[in-house]
């Protein structure tokens, strides 16, 4: 099982910074890749960014070259760098961790409790 803490929500104006962070704690040596999910109000949870064991990294089109994901594996926790903040970027914001056990064919995703993001115009 994988343990998952997000921090570093808040209220920014537009063009405006923030660091969200999460810290992982439990069976984090089976971790295969990390994520950032995001849900504005009455819509779908959605992919923001995600970093592989390995290193490579993706992102959504909607972020790409304003928010850089960042994994610190002696601290165990997982970064999220946004710039240029947008109104549209308003959200609760998740971290997710997908474990995988080779022996068993198997994967779990493991989610933090949300963070908020109010990004105001």
């Known amino acids: 099982q994988v343990q998952l803490v997000e921090s570093g929500g808040g209220f920014v104006q537009a063009r405006g910074s923030l660091r969200l962070s999460c810290a992982a704690s439990?069976?984090?040596?089976?971790?295969?890749?990390m994520r950032w999910f995001r849900q504005p109000a009455g819509t779908q949870r959605e992919l923001v960014a995600e970093?592989?064991?390995?290193?490579?990294?993706n992102y959504a089109d909607s972020v790409k070259g304003r928010f850089t994901i960042s994994r610190d594996f002696a601290k165990n926790t997982l970064d999220l760098q946004m710039n240029n903040l947008k109104p549209e970027d308003t959200a609760v914001y998740y971290c997710?961790?997908?474990?995988?056990?080779?022996?068993?064919?198997?994967?779990?995703?493991?989610w933090g409790q949300g963070t908020q993001v109010i990004v105001s115009s």
């Open positions: 970093i592989i064991t390995g290193g490579n990294t």
């Open positions: 997710n961790a997908e474990t995988r056990i080779v022996a068993l064919n198997k994967s779990y995703n493991y």
């Open positions: 439990g069976a984090t040596h089976v971790i295969k890749a």
